[in-house]
């Protein structure tokens, strides 16, 4: 059948779960964005910037399975490539389109603008390589073939892909296939797989602790279901890595808690470090989960992977991580195990504001806990904010957005509009600093633009307190400007209502929040004041770690004299 270029994109869009494009109209894009316009199953939305169109995308695939983002050459690509690499090292699928010059200038290398009039069309497409996990510049001869061939590795690797489409061929008619584009997996290698569940049998007849370690992107991968049955027919305990952080519900009664080396509890790491059958679902040490490698792993870890696993020097390739844990949910444990204490009934939240008591970062987060709700999505921002959700003890259901690796800061705002976007009927909770705040704030507009009415927690410490903790405690270089920003939303609603109130003191707070609950139909604003100084043990103690990471003895020595001076 004839189908013109554009729209057998957005016909394949559709396909895989794309219901909203993100990102920003230019010059090279519009004829795309027209074609677009005229259809019913999918939608764009403008966001403030290619940068924060990045971030959006980020959030509302996280929550989606998949997203779509949408540049113009040049300019919009290299404003969004930020967002793209985290989405990259945190395993989160993004189609990125742009809008390319007409490929007849790119042929003859003429001199265009957001170029660097060099001729040159091929810088950009090597930025997004690094990026990215496939490529292309779409021309009529190749638009089938290549079209497919990048949307499915980027469903199946769960990482970014990178679209050129010039401006001047969206319009042709090309000859497509009568039928959708083919997703299925590719199944484990029998023999392999046979072989990797014998391996597994062997070690937990022979095993008297056996554990689990949850790491990264295992929702994105699909396999949050097979992994809790896995664990629920062994009757192991496991533990999380930040990454992981309620990907199953924290409240399960097998989850003894996070595991992040040095810094983590004698409880899980006794059942981590001293396991002689321990599973490792997509676990990655990064300096910031692992308390800077101060992890003690077992080396024959059993290291499952999405397409392979790893057993101490034994490499099972052409296994599909999910098969392997179905099978993994069907055999009969050996024996029975009882290596960890069952969790003792939940206590409840005994908070109780303190009259006219200055509000402090410890009482908060201890109140935050009571405020939130099963199947919450909560999206953090780096810095307190983040290591103040990771201690929360969480409800059912909940979901967490956050960038626990890439720690882009500004990231959780327009990530927030994304998973708003993608999920409207959720209630969604923020928590953001002002530093961060200010860095993407020009979003907020979106939420009144689309009648999202999400709650925001804007932590103000008057800059930059994590950088504070690691460096320089009174340095000029970790202040901000404060702004109003209730004037500020003022500017963005456009008219529209919206709750906002600023606490101070613990009944502020209390207030604050059961006036919050009362109108669910508007976005909320909480503006916490903090002291800048205002630095909870755990956070220091992390912060510590960074500075003597980065910096060493002499450096410290060195910095705090200039800083003294």
Known sequence: ????????????????????????????????????????????????????????????????????????????????????????????????????????????????????????????????RSFT????????QNAVEEIDRVLRACV??????????????????????????????????????????ACIEEKLAKAQNPSALL???????????????MIENLQIPFATTSAAQCVLDGDHPQWIGGYSGHSSSDLVKAAIEESDCLFGLNVKFTDSNSSYFTQKIPENMIDIRPFRTIIGHQVFEGVSAIELLN?????????????????????????????????????????????????????????????GVKILDMPSGITIISQPLWLSIGYSLPALFGSSLAQPDRRQVIF??????????QEVSSFFEHDLKPIIFLINNRGYTIERAIMGFHAKYNDIPNWNYRQLFDAFSDGKEYFARQVNTEDDLEKALNEAEKVPDQLRLIEIMFDPLDIPKAVQSSANMVAAFN????????????IDD
């Open 215 to 229: 790491g990264m992107a295992l929702d994105r991968f699909g396999l949050h279901d097979a992994t809790q049955s």
């Open 327 to 387: 099978r993994l949910s069907e055999i009969k444990p050996p024996r029975k195990y009882q290596n960890w204490k069952p969790k003792t009934a939940k206590t409840g939240n005994s908070w109780v504001a303190k009259k006219d008591e200055k509000l402090i970062q410890n009482r908060f987060w201890e109140r935050v806990e009571k405020f939130i709700k099963p199947h919450d999505v909560v999206v953090t921002e780096a810095g307190t904010s983040m290591r």
């Open 551 to 562: 910096y060493g003895p002499r450096g410290l020595r060195e910095l705090d004299k200039k």
């Open 432 to 441: 953001i600093g002002d530093g961060s705040f200010q860095l993407t704030a």
């Open 133 to 140: 996990v496939a490529q292309a510049r779409i021309a009529p």
């Open 1 to 128: 059948m004839k189908r013109t270029i554009g729209d057998f994109l957005l016909d394949r869009l559709s396909q895989i779960g794309v219901k909203d494009i993100l990102g920003v109209p230019g010059d090279y894009n519009l004829q795309l964005l027209i074609q677009a316009e005229k259809r019913k199953d999918i939608n764009f939305v403008g966001t403030r910037n290619e940068l924060n169109g990045g971030y959006a995308a980020d959030g509302y695939s996280r929550l989606n399975g998949i997203s779509a983002l949408l540049t113009t050459y040049g300019v919009g690509d290299l404003s969004a490539i930020n967002a793209i690499a985290g989405a990259y090292a945190e395993y989160v699928p993004i189609v990125c389109i742009t809008g390319a010059p007409p490929l007849n200038s790119m042929y003859r290398r003429r001199f265009l603008h957001h170029t660097t009039a060099e001729g040159n069309f091929e810088d950009v497409m090597s930025c997004y």
């Open 156 to 197: 199946r690797k769960k990482r970014p892909v990178y679209l050129q489409i010039p401006s001047d061929i969206t319009f042709f008619e090309i000859d497509v296939y009568n039928e959708k584009l083919s997703l299925r997996q590719q199944t484990s290698d029998a023999q392999q797989l046979n072989a990797v569940v």
